[in-house]
């Protein structure tokens, strides 16, 4: 599936399921990797990314969790990505409970 597909999916996601969401960083439209930043209610995020996993699959997985107390150091990991990687996108979902909604689209 290529990215641009999958990121439009996700933001039709957390649309219809009473969030929001956008794209904060538009990467490669076919292959590039994609990160998603899950805002809770407190607005610090976790970012998820696909991993590969031993039997091949690719799954969501926790990779970054915001600190309340340094909260530059997630967008520093952030801007740190995206420097390494040209064809990254990120995106960022607000939306209640949005591991759900991730987690059931691996």
């Known amino acids: 599936l290529p990215a641009r597909l999958e990121v439009s999916g996700l933001l039709r996601s957390a ?21 998603v930043v899950l805002l809770n209610n407190q607005n610090l995020g976790r970012v998820f990314e696909r991993m590969p996993e031993l039997d091949g699959s690719r799954k969501w997985t926790p990779v970054k969790q915001q600190d309340a107390g340094n909260p530059q150091d997630f967008e520093l990991y ?12 990120i995106v960022e979902l607000t939306i209640a409970d949005g591991e759900r909604l991730i987690l059931n689209l691996s």
């Open 15 to 35: 649309e219809s399921a009473g969030g929001f969401g956008m794209v904060l960083k538009k990467g490669e439209p076919d292959g590039g990797t994609i990160l």
């Open 78 to 89: 952030l801007q740190r990505r995206a420097a390494q990687d040209a064809d990254l996108w």
